[in-house]
């Protein structure tokens, strides 16, 4: 199995990076609603866990000024690469290349904890949270987004399970694994956000249709990004390749709108807060 710093460096880190702004795209209301809840504040002080390419971290620190700063935290090189480029303007903003469970960040340093889709990668989430819990202000808030199961995501779900009709299928994973799906059962994220000492803990559902323009649009993001994409790129066979997209595009086909394509993603809005 593959270590986590060594996946987002790698090939899972090469193809963030090939497809972020049309991820980025993709994640933008999702993004907003997320932001909206933070509800940073001028003259705050603001940590970004797993900030990607920054995009998050900039509009943060756009919205801290004047006054606050954004540190924005991720264990990928070639990712933060991206942010640093994006990021050359902002004076109130920088960049960590560090593992968030356990770095040390400073001690009581932080107003607000964020994250759009940056936390549920943590081989011992509870030792991570603690971590990240000592480099906040006492009654500083958390807030972050994290997708629920996979079966509520048909937008994954759907293409994947064409795929895998061809592609040899993965073990079905442990739900509880690092993964994009760790933080999905409500009640065992409450439970890691409790032992690592946070208090106030609420869970709001955000459900949202992922929409792209046109079927080969979509098709040709979920065989990147989906979860068949890198058995896809692994078996390298053109062969297998046009199987799997032609399955992929008759999931598309059957939710084409007069809008495009469109399919519903669902997420959880978690927030918590550091006691006093
Ligand atoms: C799904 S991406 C989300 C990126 C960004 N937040 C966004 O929404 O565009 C997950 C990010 O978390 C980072 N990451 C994973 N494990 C991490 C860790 N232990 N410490 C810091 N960053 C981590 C990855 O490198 C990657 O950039």
Not at 114 to 122: E, Q, T
Not at 131 to 150: E, H, I, Q, V
Not at 153 to 161: C, D, V
Not at 165 to 193: H, M, N, V
Request: hydrophobic letters at 45%.
């Amino acid at each position: 199995m593959q270590d986590n710093t060594e996946y987002w460096n790698e090939d899972g880190g090469r193809n963030w990076v090939a497809n972020i702004e049309a991820t980025e795209a993709l994640l933008e209301a999702l993004s907003q609603r997320v932001l909206d809840r933070a509800a940073a504040q001028p003259g705050e002080t603001v940590l970004d866990v797993g900030c990607g390419g920054g995009r998050t971290s900039l509009d943060l620190a756009a919205t801290v000024r004047p006054g606050g700063e954004v540190v924005g935290v991720d264990v990928s090189d070639p990712i933060l690469a991206v942010a640093r480029d994006r990021a050359v303007a902002a004076d109130n903003l920088q960049f960590e290349l560090a593992d968030a469970a356990a770095a040390d960040l400073g001690a009581g340093r932080f107003d607000l904890l964020f994250s759009r889709f940056g936390v549920m990668f943590f081989d011992e989430p509870v030792v991570a949270f603690t971590n990240l819990r000592r480099s906040l202000k006492p009654g500083a808030r958390s807030t972050f987004l994290c997708w629920r199961a996979m079966d509520e995501n048909p937008w994954l779900a759907a293409p994947a399970a064409a795929a895998f009709e061809i592609l040899p299928p993965p073990e079905p994973p442990d739900p509880e694994a690092p993964g994009p799906f760790a933080f999905a059962d409500e009640a065992r994220t409450r439970g890691i956000l409790e032992q690592a000492g946070f208090a106030d803990v609420g869970h709001e559902a955000i459900d949202h249709e992922m929409s792209w323009p046109d079927v080969e649009t979509a098709v040709s993001y979920l065989l990147q990004m989906g979860p068949a994409g890198a058995l896809l790129r692994e078996a390298n066979d053109e062969a297998i390749t046009r199987e799997v997209t032609a399955a992929v595009r008759d999931v598309f086909e059957s939710h084409r709108t007069a809008a495009g394509v469109q399919m519903r993603s669902s997420a959880w809005i978690v927030t918590a807060r550091n006691p006093d």
